[in-house]
């Protein structure tokens, strides 16, 4: 009996994630482009689709190929658009992965509004307490400071800082949320330390 779409897709996703905690950007890439490939055939509604443009993207985006990530970090923000509405907190993960690729190239004005709007998002659809919206905070915070906008980063550090403060106080609970905001999770793990400087690579 042949391995099933579902299997391969697995497979080809848990090798890309393992390649990227190597930081072997090429293969991770390549993992996450064959992994795509299988999503292609699940249709445009699976949930597998809007995950691995995401993955795939944030290879390149380490690998500094930077025109091709953003190619498909829109065509992830038009899937999800299309699937759920322009206000869903997939489209909110989207819509900040787009903005750290901008952030990442300097981008900085570019990435604000991107940025501002995935914070509105998030808050309207998951709370101003959720788990993602401190990570989200911090990335934009960050990057109001490259604009000099220091007023408005010091008040999304603080709203980050007291979300986490009270996260920690509050008992765990089990994980929860869409599979874009597994992966959101995922990816800052990936991102806990900054990578080494990478040549073009992979596909």
Request: aromatic residues 6%; glycine residues 6%; hydrophobic residues 40%.
């Amino acid at each position: 009996m042949g391995i099933s779409g579902r299997e391969l897709w697995d497979m080809y996703t848990t090798s890309g994630k393992s390649f990227l905690h190597l930081r072997n950007y090429a293969d991770a890439a390549r993992m996450f482009a064959a992994a795509l490939q299988v999503a292609e055939g699940f249709g445009p509604t699976d949930p597998r689709l809007g995950v691995s443009l995401n993955n795939l993207a944030h290879a390149l985006q380490l690998a500094r190929r930077y025109d091709e990530a953003e190619a498909l970090y829109r065509r992830a923000i038009e899937l999800t658009a299309q699937e759920h509405g322009p206000d869903h907190p997939d489209a909110a993960v989207c819509l900040a992965n787009l903005a750290g690729l901008y952030q990442a190239q300097h981008r900085h004005v570019e990435a604000e509004p991107l940025y501002r709007k995935a914070v509105e998002i998030l808050g309207k659809t998951l709370g101003d307490d959720h788990a993602s919206m401190a990570t989200l905070l911090e990335n934009y915070a960050s990057n109001l400071r490259q604009l000099a906008h220091d007023a408005e980063a010091a008040k999304a550090e603080e709203w980050a800082k007291a979300i986490r403060g009270r996260r920690a106080a509050a008992p765990p609970s089990p994980a929860a949320g869409s599979a874009l905001e597994q992966l959101v999770r995922e990816v800052q793990a990936v991102k806990a330390e900054p990578p080494p400087a990478v040549q073009d690579l992979e596909g």
